[in-house]
């Protein structure tokens, strides 16, 4: 059985932090990468970045870079994290963490070309983020 299971998400502050964890189950280790994407109100998916299982090798689309980090739990890889820091009220959205589909190829759906919603099969439930004074 597929699970993704975000959590850590809530009302913040702009300027502040906010750590989003997304739990994996153990079937969902076969595959290769996790995503992080959002939907803000009314607009489509975005891509937020992603990290490789072999390596912890992590993607940023450009608009995350510099105020997102993605990690691996270090006592339990099933765990992935989303650190966004500085706050923004134009994170406000729900995100969501992703696994793509096992046959994906290799490193693909970690990278500026894969990580796209529609490479993404398997899917949270999402985790509400506000951000507002």
């Known amino acids: 059985q597929v699970q993704l299971v975000e959590s850590g998400g809530g009302l913040a502050q702009p300027g502040g932090s906010l750590r989003l964890s997304c739990a994996a189950s153990?079937?969902?280790?076969?595959?290769?990468?996790l995503g992080w994407f959002r939907q803000a109100p009314g607009k489509d998916y975005e891509g937020v970045g992603c990290i490789r299982r072999s390596d912890n090798m992590t993607y940023y689309t450009p608009s995350a870079k510099g105020r997102f980090t993605i990690s691996r739990d270090n006592d339990d890889e099933k765990t992935v994290y989303l650190q966004i820091n500085s706050l923004k009220p134009d994170d406000t959205a729900v995100y969501y963490c992703a696994a793509p589909p096992g046959f994906a190829p290799p490193g693909y759906p970690c990278s500026p070309a894969g990580l796209r919603p529609s490479a993404y099969d398997y899917w949270g439930q999402g985790i509400q983020v506000t951000v507002s004074s």
């Open positions: 153990e079937k969902t280790l076969d595959w290769l990468s």
